[in-house]
């Protein structure tokens, strides 16, 4: 069954067409792995999914249902994004991390400091750095903070754009294998855009070749034809 | 002691040795290049003229009888042109005049009802349109400044804004940080000149007030009521304008509106 869904969508920004018949369903448990050259509408695709974009035509759907008649923050409670630019909130990596659970009104610091801890884990945020302000953090590890920020909400879909660009390669293998494990338990969906071929093939399920707003390729890693792609 | 000891003619007669000055000072800035004569005597000529329309337009409403009518549509308008003023600040917001005027109508409005109440301004129109001019004046100034500096800030904080509202926030929670900044930011040059009031320069009021014949104490006792009108507004001012522009930065959909 699939939890995420593309129809035919089409989006323009500033008058330029950046959509142009996006067709693309997500199983659950699934990992699709995007690839695609600069300005193909990676993001567009991902920012569409939880509705920082709506369509300006076709549907997508979450879970079978139309998400413009979905509440903004309901859906983004159970689709979550890691953008591409790891803004840091003000206050600690803790603060950042619980920050989704803050908005919401989660105050039980228990089930707040396990989401935490939990997220911390697999994004590969040390318990010891979780009292540093997040302003301080290099590129990598703001880049994990992020993701760690996006997992301790608890999301269905987690939407990752080119998420890991500054993590070390030891810290990358671990975050990717944690993150593919959680997708193999079923608990979670990813789209996951990176320019890494490498990275498309050790992570995803399939690997969707995205150009000029349209997918022109999807498929598993060994019968992805590279040649064709971008 | 009752004010500046001359008529209206004998004014006339002074204004024009004064303009002597002005000329002067013409003179030494065309032969210094300094390229601002043409801009300056435009603006005086500008605001003379500005003036000298308010000091017919005020005479007449003095002494005429219908007064409270007269004051009652001068108000509305002053306003009127205070929010079209504030509202050219943000020319990329769809139709920005619709929450500047009501700001700065609800700051410098609910401010002179409550010393009118109070019986801070007397029932004449002496002190009702003077007074009104400076509320609605300062809470435009304050109205555009924080809007000027909450659609920068949303503007440089555009990823962190959309990463909140990603992980879960209101339009309300993601902008509350620059809603504030902006809010105090505009506040400091009213709260600044609050602070130094009296060290650094007498303010417009008191020196009106001293001008006139009234006496220092009392002059500096309106000054003080004038400066709670001034926060008192800007503070409502610039609430109600932050506000109200957070519901043009965002769509019903908690995204950030295209025009930002």
Redesign the interface.
């Known amino acids: 069954m699939s939890v995420l869904e593309f129809e035919n969508v089409h989006k323009s920004l500033g008058g330029h067409p950046i959509l142009n018949g996006v067709d693309l369903k997500l199983q659950k448990g699934e990992v699709i792995a995007i690839v695609g050259p600069s300005g193909s509408g990676k993001s567009t695709v991902l920012r569409c999914a939880n509705r920082l974009h709506d369509p300006d035509e076709g549907a997508i759907k979450f879970d079978g249902a139309n998400v413009d008649g979905l509440d903004a923050r309901q859906l983004r409670s159970q689709v979550g994004m890691v953008f591409q630019d790891s803004a840091m909130f003000p206050g600690t990596v803790r603060e950042n991390i619980s920050f989704g659970l803050t908005v919401r009104g989660v105050d039980d610091p228990r089930v707040v400091a396990k989401a935490v801890a939990k997220a911390a884990k697999v994004a590969a945020v040390s318990r010891r750095h979780l009292d540093r302000s997040a302003s301080k953090l290099s590129g990598g590890e703001k880049q994990r903070v992020a993701i760690a920020r996006a997992l301790a909400i608890g999301p269905e879909v987690l939407l990752l754009d080119e998420p890991t660009s500054e993590i070390d390669p030891k810290r990358l293998r671990h975050i990717e294998d944690a993150l593919v494990s959680m997708a193999r338990e079923g608990k979670t969906s990813f789209l996951w855009v990176t320019h890494s071929a490498d990275q498309a093939r050790r992570v995803g399920d399939r690997i969707a070749n995205l150009v000029d707003g349209r997918i022109t390729q999807i498929a598993q890693p060994d019968e992805f034809d590279w040649g064709v792609a971008y | 002691m009752s004010g500046i000891p001359y008529d209206e003619a004998e004014g006339l007669f002074r204004l024009g040795l004064v303009s002597l000055l002005f000329l002067l000072v013409l003179v030494l800035s065309r032969r210094r290049r300094l390229g601002i004569d043409r801009d300056f005597a435009f603006a005086l000529v500008k605001g003379g003229s500005q003036l000298a329309v308010v000091a017919v337009l005020l005479t007449l409403i003095f002494v005429s009888d219908l007064w409270p009518l007269w004051t009652l549509l001068l108000l509305p308008f002053m306003m009127f042109i205070g929010g079209w003023t504030s509202a050219r600040r943000t020319p990329d917001m769809p139709n920005p005049m619709m929450i500047t005027t009501p700001s700065i109508a609800l700051g410098s409005g609910s401010v002179l009802v409550f010393l009118f109440i109070t019986g801070a301004i007397p029932p004449a129109p002496q002190f009702i349109i003077p007074l009104a001019g400076m509320a609605i004046g300062n809470a435009m100034i304050i109205c555009s400044l924080t809007l000027d500096r909450l659609v920068r800030e949303a503007r440089l904080?555009r990823?962190?804004i959309?990463?909140?509202?990603?992980?879960?926030?209101?339009s309300t929670?993601s902008i509350e940080?620059y809603e504030t900044l902006s809010i105090r930011s505009a506040l400091i040059p009213t709260l600044d000149s609050l602070r130094t009031l009296g060290i650094i320069f007498i303010p417009g009021a008191m020196t009106g007030l001293v001008l006139a014949g009234t006496s220092p104490i009392v002059a500096a006792q309106y000054q003080i009521i004038v400066y709670f009108m001034i926060v008192g507004g800007g503070i409502i001012s610039s609430m109600t304008v932050a506000s109200l522009a957070r519901r043009r930065l965002f769509t019903h959909?908690?995204?950030?509106e295209?025009w930002v």
């Open positions: 904080n990823t962190r959309e990463t909140s509202l990603a992980l879960g926030a209101s929670q940080p959909a908690c995204q950030i295209a």
